[in-house]
């Protein structure tokens, strides 16, 4: 479901949500991400969307702020994964 560019992310920056890494492997990984149902959006905006329809106060933050989330993880082609803890 989760392409190598997401789950190497995953990978890599599972600490700043994370105490102990959650994966050790892509797949590991994978059945992770699948099993707490994270998305990716394809941009900012979409991130600030989630939030909003998740009942998130996205009123008072800015960009910076929501993008700054630890659920939120920059896959670095404009894409983001949001990983709920």
Do not use: H
Not at 12 to 32: I, N
Not at 33 to 54: G, K, N
């Amino acid at each position: 479901m989760f392409d190598d560019a997401v789950l190497k992310c995953f990978l890599d920056k599972q600490g700043q949500l994370f105490p102990e890494d959650v994966a050790a492997t892509m797949e590991e990984a994978d059945d992770f991400l699948e099993e707490c149902m994270a998305v990716v959006v394809d941009s900012v905006q979409e991130v600030w969307e989630y939030f909003d329809e998740e009942g998130y106060d996205v009123e008072a933050g800015n960009e910076e702020d929501i993008l700054e989330a630890e659920e939120v993880f920059d896959i670095g082609d404009g894409r983001y994964l949001i990983v709920e803890g």
